[in-house]
Structure formats: C-alpha cells, structure tokens
C-alpha cells in the first residue's frame, strides 16, 4: 500500500495525457495564394471537419481562411449557423478556378439560409468579409495551392 499515492499520481498523469492531447493535435494548413495576395488556410478535408467549419469561434486572424476540400465537384452549399462574424465565401473547381463569391455572409442563430453557388466546386474558401473587394478578386480567378 505504499505505492498507492505513486500508482495514484500515475493515474491522473495519463488521463490528463488522454484528454488533452487530442486538443493538441497540429492543424493542417495550406498556404492559398491568389493574384496579389497569399493566406494560411487551415483544412477542412474530412466530413466532421467540413460540418465543423468555423461555429462558434471568435474571430479569424488577419490572412488566415477555411479550406473546404471535397471528394468531388458538386454545389457544395453551406450556411452561417452558430457563426460569430461574417465571412466572404469563395467556391472554385477542380482546376481551381474561381466559379462563384459570395461576399459578406452574414451569422445566423435559428433561421439560416443555404448558400449555393452558381457552378459546381471541388473547394471552398472561407475567408474574412471585406478579403474579396479588398484584393479585388473575381470569377474566373486562378487560385494556387
């Protein structure tokens, strides 16, 4: 019974290890560069990630987005629920090719509407609202990453 406080200690050591290194777990970027500009992008190339998105967080860092990135080209639609700021939405086929914007979605907390975009996209791009008219990017833009 001496070793109890020791075995104890040990215990609660890797639970905490357990918990909470999930949460530690590196977030893929990709570096998405358009004509005059560049942004980090953190990923969103799996289905939990994609439903996900950016719900309930803050804010978004200066030059930083969201990088849906889907199995195949459709008209991928997504919604602003549980969002906190408003976003410009970027939709680009499979050669990365600007297809449709949607500038300034605004958050929604109930009653939220799908954003569809005019052709089908194999990514979407979120990025902060005022990105798009700031660096003047249009339909029809090439987009690198």
Not at 84 to 108: E, G, M, S
Request: aromatic share 12%.
């Amino acid at each position: 019974m001496k070793n109890t406080p020791r075995v104890y200690l040990i215990t609660i050591l890797y639970f905490f290890l357990a918990v909470f290194s999930g949460g530690c777990a590196k977030t893929d970027t990709k570096k998405v560069c358009f004509k005059n500009t560049c942004i980090q992008a953190e990923l969103a190339d799996t289905q939990s990630k994609r439903i996900q998105g950016l719900m309930f967080r803050e804010s978004l860092a200066h030059n930083r987005g969201m990088l849906f990135v889907f199995d195949r080209e459709a008209r991928h639609n997504l919604w602003m629920k549980n969002m906190r700021f408003p976003l410009d939405i970027i939709w680009l086929n499979r050669n990365k090719k600007i297809v449709d914007i949607y500038q300034n979605a605004l958050p929604c907390k109930e009653i939220c509407k799908d954003l569809i975009p005019q052709s089908a996209a194999a990514f979407v791009l979120e990025v902060n609202s005022g990105f798009v008219a700031k660096n003047q990017i249009q339909v029809g833009d090439k987009v690198d990453f």
